[in-house]
């Protein structure tokens, strides 16, 4: 009996530590969960924040063109209006009668007055009155080259002429292995084509990025001039982007093209599915 005794107590302590050891086990298994739930809950915050940053880049890209087009619109208006309605006698002036400012009032008055100018530049003695004040300016030394240069810049905008860029086009420059965008104008003529070894040349214009509207004018070799399926205005797209607006490419524009096709006659073929169900119908 003597000997059983510790046998009994060393049992009655093994069984009280039986539930220490499952708890103590129950605690590791639930640390280790919260531990492998740490990284993934980081994830999901992280995946959550980068949904945002996308999202709000998209619709940064979606409100700011439109935002700066309304902005930009609004203040060309109000700039108008600040310089042209104060010059209208007030007996025109609608705001005189409804007590209150018109916005673009002053942007009609404007092209009213500017197409009138126009009519009168158009005939023979608007012609003549306008030859007598350049010739005026003419003789204005600082005033002469200020009309002069703007003048050339509002012909170049505005001028309604058919000269234009006929291609785009890949020339070797500024060395061979380096190709840029460029625009076909003319075939080379003239004094320049005589003097350029009698091969046949063509003169292309290079803009620059992102301003377009300078660049260089170059006299290539026809057979150095890589001709582009895109147009010139997709490719001023692409020069003005610096790249990132990627015209699509000829084989990708039938590829559209054909599945617009396959559509309107997939909806076509659905509507006279549909007419004859009706017919049959009634």
């Not at 086009?169 to 080379?188: H, M, N, Q």
């Not at 001709?227 to 699509?248: H, N, Q, R």
Request: hydrophobic share 45%; proline share 6%; with cysteine.
């Amino acid at each position: 009996m003597a000997a059983a005794a510790p046998n009994l107590n060393c049992w009655m302590r093994k069984k009280r530590d039986v539930p220490k050891a499952r708890e103590g086990t129950v605690s590791r298994m639930a640390d280790g969960d919260k531990k492998a739930e740490a990284p993934l809950r980081k994830r999901r915050q992280a995946g959550f924040w980068l949904r945002m940053r996308a999202n709000f880049l998209t619709g940064l890209v979606v409100v700011a063109p439109v935002g700066l087009t309304i902005y930009l619109t609004w203040a060309i208006i109000t700039f108008i209006d600040d310089q042209i309605v104060p010059l209208v006698p007030s007996i025109y002036n609608p705001s005189t009668y409804l007590d209150v400012d018109i916005p673009g009032f002053g942007v009609i008055v404007f092209l009213i007055f500017t197409a009138f100018i126009g009519t009168l530049a158009r005939r023979v003695f608007g012609r003549q009155l306008i030859r007598f004040g350049e010739n005026l300016i003419d003789r204005t030394p600082v005033i002469r080259s200020i009309y002069n240069a703007i003048k050339q810049i509002a012909e170049t905008v505005f001028s309604s002429s058919k000269a234009s860029f006929k291609q785009a086009c890949l020339v070797e420059y500024p060395r061979k292995g380096i190709w840029a965008i460029a625009f076909v104008s003319t075939d080379t003529k003239g004094e320049v084509a005589d003097k350029s070894g009698g091969e046949e040349m063509v003169s292309v214009f290079l803009p620059t990025t992102p301003n377009p509207t300078s660049g260089f004018l170059l006299f290539v070799p026809r057979k150095d001039v890589q001709i582009l399926d895109m147009t010139v205005e997709d490719a001023a797209k692409l020069v003005i982007s610096a790249g990132l607006v990627v015209p699509p490419t000829k084989a990708e524009r039938e590829e559209e093209k054909a599945k617009i096709e396959a559509r309107k006659k997939e909806l076509a073929a659905r509507a006279l599915a549909q007419n004859g169900r009706n017919g049959s119908s009634r």
